[in-house]
């Protein structure tokens, strides 16, 4: 089982930033993606962005898209989500998720990503 480790929440206000961090141990799997995704309280798990992890093309959800930047670094077995001109509505925990056994068909979905990590609480306030 592949174990996620995040990093990177926090509280701040709106306009502000957040990088979050995922350190995936035993990267160079077999899959295709990787994901970050949020839920806020009482709210569906809402994918947030994308990345290939061969060929690093990414994938936004509208709302974040022109505000947060999805990317990886091989080396370092680390995918990041760099989030700016945050608002309130970002409010949620993020999760990521790795596609360890080729088994997503659409980055932005949760459906057939079977790792996850912990989650990491972000806080936007006005």
């Known amino acids: 089982q592949v174990q996620l480790v995040e990093s990177g929440g926090g509280s701040v206000q709106a306009g502000g930033s957040l990088r979050l961090s995922c350190v995936v141990p035993e990267y160079g799997f077999n899959g295709k993606y990787m994901g970050w995704f949020r839920q806020a309280p009482g709210k569906e798990r809402e994918g947030v962005a994308g990345i290939q992890i061969y060929g690093s093309k990414t994938y936004y959800a509208d709302s974040v898209k022109g505000r947060f930047t999805i990317s990886q670094d091989n080396p370092k077995k680390t995918v990041y989500l760099q989030m700016s001109d945050l608002k309130p509505e970002d409010t949620a925990i993020y999760y990521c998720?790795?596609?360890?056994?080729?088994?997503?068909?659409?980055?932005?979905?949760?459906?057939?990503?079977?790792?996850w990590g912990q989650g990491t609480q972000v806080t936007v306030s006005s």
């Open positions: 998720a790795a596609d360890t056994r080729n088994t997503v068909w659409d980055p932005l979905r949760p459906a057939g990503y079977v790792a």
